[in-house]
């Protein structure tokens, strides 16, 4: 990408809701910012687009497409990036193998994914194929440390339009239930690298040597941490766990992050339906291996897989009879929460359990107090004493409530996750080792046969530069700020090494307060029900736990979050809240042409993306189109033009509609850009006079099924029939 090729703002294009959305509002975006000279651009980093991307050679060259993911990951280095990135699939395999099938009925010769790869070609395709997995997006773009809020309209919108919570009260049986030890908070092992340095990691058992990877490399001052789980120790506590949910009368639920812990999580989550479905494996499990059961995979594969097979569809039913009734994802449908790994995402499930009074659906649809168990206990506290808090203190008042904002350390893949390619389930027993080039043995732990071993790393610029970006935070606002680390866990320790030295040197150290999860939890609740704010300051997995529950209790959603990345060479990455890609949303409008999503996240981007280029590029013009920006985004609060979730109300396209006709009739009245005043004032007064017909275009659309020509990879003609059914408002806009 030359400075000549790259747009002014890159708009991604991804995945279900938020692209159904864009194909509605892109058009309005660009046409508002050609009138400034503003180019906007799109890159495909959707699932079907980056599968598409890996394969080129199964294709034809009409079907071949470009990695935009490695463009972006290229451009997001230089100081010219501006991108606007919306939420995109971090796929499950059965989410990758949907996709694959899909792509293959719409003439596209891809390889099948290979569960069991045995030729060294299934083996290169299973390779290509687990790169597309999980967060495969998201570390390549951050080459930055994350700033997340709620936008200042949105909080005030949300204090003076407070939204519905749960009743908490002290007899509520909720409880978060995680590992007491041989977990991976219990086995981290952490150090900080006095030069840079490459690791191999191998598995030494009585046989010998088995490399388990190599030519990991890392500069100077990273932060290297490993850990295992135990298997025997996970499956003694989730048996533990069901049969105390039973005793409690609550429902049982787990709470996991399958889509970005891509290894690790999915065999957690095997874990669990084999315990739930303990007698069935012991008894039938020879059948099962024999017609491909893969735990992993969920409960809904296994179900499919057994069908017809009356012996094992009765043992089921038998174990379901006397298991603890289940948290369930749809209980319309049947499915339960380990019917498929990625249904049940910790850090959207836990804080709405939270916002409805610690209560989940059951299979009587109705709801009921639970068990949530989040086997590993590095975070779970943070859930833990949420809960406890409400229990004693009553559920937050939203009108009163002050706000939690965010820095979070992410840049150049921090990675706390377990998505990363340095995790592995052992294939036997013996002692892993991460040992160095010089031949130091950096990291050993003794390990069983199926225990989860994994390792992660932090650089230190990234680090050093989170801490800076808090300071500056810090001193814009005045708020309370809290470094959430547990100085007794491994991996904190090391942080905190660089944390106080920055702090002090700065001369800051009075300003900020560093604290575990759990007390950090306590503070902030505390610090937001007296109306006052606080800034956590966070590494990889918090910042995605945190900012969904606190804007969830505060807004009602975190799709409404301000989301900037400061990137680390000057660029400026501006992602569109934290809510998902919001399959529901998709079914709804394939069944009934309603699309409820809601696109203030893109409209708070949007408006911080061009006041970032009128500094970046000295354009004026851009700076007059954000600030227009932020007055249709009030608009749309102040009017409740936001979509709604019924059939036959206004929906998203309703609110592109007020969005684009707000947009223009501020760009008209402002004083500071008279040709943009001149430009503007005939549409916004085309598109005033044309609300009956537009409303009323917009109206008829909806209450049939909608064809998008498919789920993953749609057609691009058939969505902007379904996404513009407006020819009075396209007319206008163009």
């Not at 290509?128 to 570390?139: E, H, R």
């Not at 030519?215 to 533990?240: H, I, K, N, Q, R």
């Not at 649809?365 to 068990?371: C, E, G, P, V, W």
């Not at 400061?566 to 660029?571: D, E, I, W």
């Amino acid at each position: 990408m030359s400075d000549q090729t790259v747009p002014d703002i890159i708009y991604t294009k991804v995945d279900e809701a938020p692209e159904l959305a864009s194909a509605s509002l892109l058009p309005i975006i660009q046409t508002f910012a050609a009138a400034a000279g503003v180019s906007v651009g799109t890159k495909d980093i959707s699932l079907a687009g980056r599968i598409l991307a890996t394969f080129p050679e199964y294709l034809t060259d009409a079907q071949r497409q470009s990695d935009d993911l490695a463009e972006l990951g290229e451009l997001v280095k230089t100081p010219q990036a501006n991108v606007i990135k919306l939420p995109n699939i971090s796929a499950s395999v059965p989410q990758l193998v949907a996709a694959v099938k899909e792509l293959q009925s719409q003439g596209y010769a891809l390889p099948d994914y290979p569960y069991e790869p045995k030729t060294d070609e299934e083996k290169a395709v299973q390779a290509k194929y687990d790169g597309i997995k999980g967060s495969a997006v998201n570390p390549v773009l951050r080459e930055g440390n994350s700033d997340r809020r709620a936008a200042a309209a949105v909080k005030k919108f949300a204090q003076s339009n407070p939204h519905r919570m749960g009743e908490w009260t002290a007899e509520s049986k909720t409880r978060v239930a995680s590992m007491s030890g041989g977990d991976f908070y219990s086995n981290e092992v952490s150090a900080t690298l006095p030069k840079a340095a490459t690791a191999r990691i191998v598995l030494e058992t009585g046989a010998g040597e088995t490399v388990l990877k190599e030519g990991v490399s890392y500069p100077e001052g990273t932060v290297v941490d490993a850990t295992y789980m135990s298997a025997s120790a996970l499956d003694a506590f989730l048996e533990d766990e069901i049969a105390k949910t039973k005793d409690e009368g609550t429902l049982f639920s787990l709470h996991m992050k399958a889509t970005m812990m891509k290894v690790s999580d999915p065999i957690i989550f095997g874990h669990a339906v084999k315990a739930w479905l303990k007698p069935v494996f012991e008894a039938h499990g020879a059948k099962l291996k024999e017609l491909g059961v893969n735990p992993n995979s969920g409960l809904g594969d296994l179900l499919e897989r057994v069908k017809g097979h009356a012996e094992i569809e009765q043992a089921i039913e038998a174990v379901r009879a006397e298991r603890p009734p289940m948290y369930m994802v749809n209980s319309d449908k049947g499915i339960t929460n380990l019917h498929v790994p990625s249904d049940v995402i910790i850090d959207a499930s836990m804080p709405a359990l939270i916002r409805d009074g610690g209560k989940g659906w059951g299979p009587d649809n109705a709801q009921h107090d639970t068990n949530c168990v989040i086997p590993d206990s590095s975070y779970a506290p943070v859930y833990d004493a949420a809960i406890e808090f409400f229990k004693a203190n009553g559920k937050l008042d939203p009108a009163t409530a002050g706000t939690v904002q965010n820095i979070g350390l992410m840049a150049q893949k921090a990675e706390e996750y377990g998505s990363h390619p340095t995790t592995f389930e052992m294939p036997e027993a013996g002692t892993v080792k991460m040992v160095l080039d010089d031949g130091t043995v950096l990291h050993q732990h003794d390990v069983q046969a199926g225990d989860i071993w994994r390792s992660a790393s932090a650089r230190k610029a990234p680090i050093e530069d989170w801490v800076n970006l808090a300071i500056d935070r810090q001193k814009a606002t005045g708020y309370r700020a809290i470094f959430w680390l547990d100085e007794s866990r491994a991996h904190d320790a090391e942080l905190i090494k660089y944390v106080t030295p920055i702090l002090e040197a700065r001369g800051v150290a009075d300003k900020f307060e560093i604290m575990a999860p759990r007390a950090a939890t306590v503070a902030s609740l505390e610090t937001i029900t007296k109306g006052e704010s606080t800034i956590a300051i966070t590494g990889n997995v918090l910042r995605d736990y945190l900012t969904d529950l606190f804007p969830i209790l505060e807004l009602a959603t975190s799709a409404k979050m301000l989301s900037i990345v400061k990137l680390m060479q000057g660029g400026g990455l501006f992602e569109t809240g934290a809510g998902g890609s919001a399959p529901k949303h998709v079914q709804q409008l394939m069944e009934q042409n309603h699309l409820r999503w809601d696109s203030l996240g893109e409209f708070c981007a949007l408006g911080e993306s061009f006041k970032f280029l009128a500094d970046q590029k000295d354009n004026a013009k851009a700076r007059v189109l954000g600030e227009a920006v932020d007055a249709a985004t009030q608009g749309i609060l102040d009017h409740g033009r936001s979509p709604s979730r019924k059939v036959g109300e206004p929906d998203n396209r309703d609110s592109h509609y007020w969005f684009a006709r707000y947009w223009a009739e501020a760009l008209a009245a402002q004083g500071d850009d008279a040709e943009l005043a001149a430009h503007f004032a005939p549409i916004a007064k085309a598109l005033a006079e044309g609300e009956a017909a537009i409303t009323g275009e917009l109206a008829a659309a909806q209450g049939q099924p909608a064809d998008l020509g498919g789920y993953y990879h749609t057609d691009a003609a058939k969505t902007a029939a379904v996404m513009r059914p407006s020819a009075t408002l396209n007319g206008i806009i163009g």
